[in-house]
């Protein structure tokens, strides 16, 4: 009898420990935190650079967000509040600049929801050169033609407690018209290269995110290079300064040669693709459609009329590029004797 006691008073207190075990998940359930109902999107970027405009927009399927009475809090200040207003514009500082965004929501029932986002404001600059022909005394951008050799360059600035991070500890990811480029990607790897498609017309589009080892803070920027013909231009010659480069006759183009004159013409080459820096290029000339010797460097034909020499001639000018036999580019233009 005494054993039939102890076994119930254990069988008691069996249940007791379950019923309060029970009761202690039920309530450790009542008090865990819910899931976000609704969340920050940033846009025009996710990773926004330094002085940019940025709008925050909220989006969420657990209650109408139209309906709910919002407020914004900006590093803890409210910013604007009102009913439905589910989007906050805002202007970021500096690099480095940490920024803590708060959304409280109040839905239709009363109940009170709230979210947030925290970023730091991080910056890249990318730079871009063309492996392309193009004289010394032209001061313009070298522009890509194709198959010619591109080289992006990127410049980051990642702020982390008031110092920059140095490009050897930023994390690289590169990507060109939106495949990425793992051989090229990773730590310190601020430099990308690649070679541009075998037609004129198109735009490589380059988009690098840079971040941080843990990756709290990242930046990120895209690019459009676009790809050109190759041209040549050619340009009337003075003995004393070179080509008159203010004066270049392109496709029906005219110059002028008094009865019994000399003159020069230049041809130059521009955004021809290079072979290791240098060019090769040959030049082909034709006058009337006659193929006729340049009288000089390959590049210049030396004309000279005769002194009862009249009328219009026809020249024409071809370049071919050794190094890429895609790049093969003629020119004409006119001669008028007087």
């Known amino acids: 009898m005494r054993k039939n006691n102890s076994r119930s008073k254990i069988l008691a207190g069996s249940a007791f ?3 309060f075990a029970f009761s202690l998940t039920a309530v450790a359930q009542d008090y865990l935190p819910e899931p ?7 846009s025009p970027t996710d990773a926004p650079g330094p002085n940019e405009d940025i709008t925050a927009s909220l989006s969420g399927f657990s209650f109408d967000l139209n309906r709910a009475e919002i407020t914004w809090l ?3 200040r409210v910013e604007t509040k009102g009913l439905g207003a589910t989007r906050y514009g805002f202007r970021t500082g500096e690099s480095g600049e940490k920024i803590n965004l708060q959304a409280l929501a109040t839905d239709s029932s009363g109940i009170r929801h709230e979210t947030g986002l925290t970023f730091t404001v991080a910056g890249v600059d990318l730079l871009w050169q063309a492996d392309t022909y193009a004289p010394a005394w032209y001061k313009g951008k070298k522009l890509p033609s194709p198959r010619s050799n591109i080289t992006v360059s990127a410049f980051p600035q990642l702020t982390s407690a008031g110092k920059k991070i140095s490009s050897r500890s930023l994390i690289f990811r590169w990507s060109l018209d939106d495949s990425f480029k ?5 730590a310190g790897k601020d430099i990308f290269r690649f070679t541009a498609g075998p037609a004129a017309g198109i735009a490589h589009d380059v988009e690098l995110e840079v971040s941080s080892v843990d990756g709290e803070i990242k930046a990120r920027k895209k690019i459009a290079i676009g790809v050109v013909s190759p041209q040549i231009i050619a340009y009337e010659e003075d003995a004393l300064s070179g080509p008159k480069t203010g004066l270049g006759l ?8 008094l009865a019994g004159e000399e003159k020069t013409f230049r041809a130059v080459p521009f955004f021809f693709s290079l072979s290791r820096g240098s060019g090769n290029f040959e030049y082909l000339w034709r006058l009337d459609g006659k193929p006729v010797g340049s009288g000089g460097e390959p590049n210049t034909l030396r004309l000279k009329s005769s ?3 009249r009328g219009a001639f026809s020249i024409e000018i ?3 590029n050794l190094n890429n036999i895609l790049q093969e580019i003629n020119q004409n233009f006119g001669v008028n004797v007087i």
């Open 17 to 19: 420990l379950l019923v």
């Open 36 to 42: 976000s109902a609704f969340f920050i999107e940033l």
């Open 74 to 76: 900006k590093n803890g």
């Open 182 to 186: 793992e051989s090229q990607s990773g």
């Open 250 to 257: 392109k496709d029906s183009g005219e110059s002028f040669i």
């Open 307 to 309: 002194s009862d020499a």
């Open 318 to 320: 071809l370049v071919k």
